[in-house]
Structure formats: C-alpha cells, structure tokens
C-alpha cells in the first residue's frame, strides 16, 4: 500500500481531467468571442462533431499525457531500490519539472483540440516547447553541472523567447520544435563520448526514439492524406498523442537510470 500511496493523488487528478473534459461536451462551438486558429476549418484530419468537443479523439487522447506525467510525479515519491547519483535522484524538483512539463503537453493540446482556437493554438505549441526545452536543458545541466537557480532562469529565458517566436515567426514553429528534439539526441550523443563508460540504461533512450518516430511517420501520414479518414474508428493524431506519451514516459526512465558515480560535494 505504501508503494501505491505516491500514486492515488495523480489518479484522483487524471480521473477530474477526464470529467472536465466530458463536461466541456456542453459547451457551444465556436466559443463566443475567441478567434479561432489559423488552420480551421481543416485542423487535422478528424471530422468535427457537434458540442464543445469538436474533435473527441483528439482531445481525449491527450489524457495519455496527463496519464504519464502524474505517474512520473508519482514515482519521484518513490523511493529507488539502490542508490543513484543521477540529479534527477539528487534533486526531486527536476522530477516533478519533468512530470509537470509533460501534464502540459496534454492540458495544452487538449485545450485546443476542445477549443479549436488561437490561444489554444499557441498554448498547444508552448506545451510541447515546455517539455522538448526542459529535456534539453536537463541534459545540459548533467554535463555542465549547472545549480538549480541556473537551470530555472536559462528555461525561462528560453520558453520566453520560444513564445515570442511563434508570434513573430511563424514559419519556424516547426523548425523551433524539431531543433529541440535534435538538440536533445545531440547533448545525449555528446554525453555518450565525452562521459565514457556511461552507466545508463540507452535501451530506454532507444525505445523513445522509436517511439517519437513513428508518432512522427504516423503524424505526417495523416497530415498528407495518405491515412486520413475524418469518420474513422481510429483517429491517427489520437496514435501520435499515444506513441509520443510514451516517448516521454520513456525518456523519464533513461534519465533516472543513470548512475553518474561518485558525485564532487558542492555540485548540484
């Protein structure tokens, strides 16, 4: 029971996000005064339905975020079978960081597949800035041995100007987003050969990758045509909201299974 009990307060909140998001079924479409995103009215390839939740599967599929994210909160109360010294071991804040960039993943995404709006548009983006930004800068810290106070504002500094960016150049909020994901396999590359030995689990790094491209080959797929089918049992963006889900559930799992030896005092 001790071993559950980090896990009931993420349950009782992926079980309220889930009735909130049922009970915006209610709600009409457009929302009164909200201007609605650029991309409708083909925004994705999931017909639209009638009610506050236009695109359902998309929406509700972003509850495997949420899902992920609150057991990554619930297991950085728990406690590990050995000890580590990864930072994420030393220092829970980066734990919950983690989980909490990826609970935004899905409540961002979630508002505007609800919404269909601007504001959401941007919020969905933000979202998988927030979490792609945090990976980044959390494998940086591990090689540069940077303190909490210098992780936090070099993130805020750059959510700051990531979403300035999506304003100012809208052509590159994709390119923004994949150079995060680049640079993320890039600091985890440079780990590999400047750390050597390295004792870490890369099968879990391996898996995400997988993961993450065949969200991706699946995502563009759908977005071509080529898989599309608006009144289709199985939406293909609900798929990548899955597959990516479990990307970042298994790159949680790369990070905590580091053992990085003996730690220099004063460090982190």
Same mark, same amino acid.
């Given at each position: 029971m001790k071993k559950l009990r980090p896990f009931i307060g993420p349950g009782v909140v992926l079980l309220l996000a889930a009735a909130a998001t049922v009970a915006l079924q209610r709600?009409?479409?457009?929302?009164?005064?909200?201007?609605?995103?650029?991309?409708y009215p083909g925004c994705f390839?999931?017909?639209?339905?009638?009610?506050?939740?236009?695109?359902?599967?998309?929406?509700?599929?972003?509850?495997?975020?949420?899902?992920?994210?609150l057991l990554i909160l619930g297991a950085g109360g728990l406690a590990g079978r050995e000890p580590r010294s990864n930072l994420m071991a030393r220092r829970r804040g980066y734990v919950a960081g983690f989980g909490w960039a990826v609970v935004a993943i899905g409540a961002t995404s979630m508002f505007f597949?609800?919404?269909? @709006?601007?504001? +959401?548009?941007? *919020?969905?983006?933000? $979202?998988?800035?927030? !979490?792609? &930004?945090?990976?980044?800068?959390?494998? =940086?810290?591990?090689?540069?041995?940077?303190?909490?106070?210098?992780?936090? @504002?070099?993130? +805020?500094?750059? *959510?700051?100007?990531? $979403?300035?960016?999506? !304003?100012? &150049?809208?052509?590159?909020?994709?390119? =923004?987003?994949?150079?995060?994901?680049l640079g993320i396999v890039a600091v985890e590359a440079a780990a590999h050969r400047l750390r050597r030995p390295m004792r870490i689990r890369t099968r879990y790094l391996t898996a995400a990758l997988g993961c993450f491209l065949a969200a991706y080959a699946v995502n563009m797929l759908d977005e071509s045509g080529v898989i599309c089918r608006p009144d289709g049992m199985l939406q293909w963006h609900a798929v990548?909201?899955?597959?990516?889900?479990?990307?970042?559930?298994?790159?949680?799992?790369y990070y905590r299974s580091e053992d990085e030896g003996k730690v220099v005092k004063g460090c982190n």
């Open positions: 709600l009409p479409f457009p929302w009164p005064g909200w201007r609605l995103a650029s991309c390839c999931e017909a639209f339905h009638s009610g506050g939740v236009v695109q359902p599967q998309s929406s509700y599929s972003n509850l495997f975020y949420i899902l992920a994210g597949h609800v919404s269909l @709006t601007r504001v +959401g548009r941007w *919020l969905d983006y933000m $979202g998988m800035y927030a !979490f792609s &930004a945090y990976a980044l800068l959390y494998g =940086l810290a591990r090689l540069r041995r940077w303190n909490g106070a210098a992780f936090i @504002t070099l993130y +805020g500094l750059l *959510l700051a100007a990531l $979403g300035v960016l999506w !304003f100012v &150049a809208p052509g590159y909020r994709r390119p =923004l987003l994949g150079a995060l994901i990548w909201h899955f597959l990516t889900a479990a990307s970042t559930m298994l790159l949680f799992f």
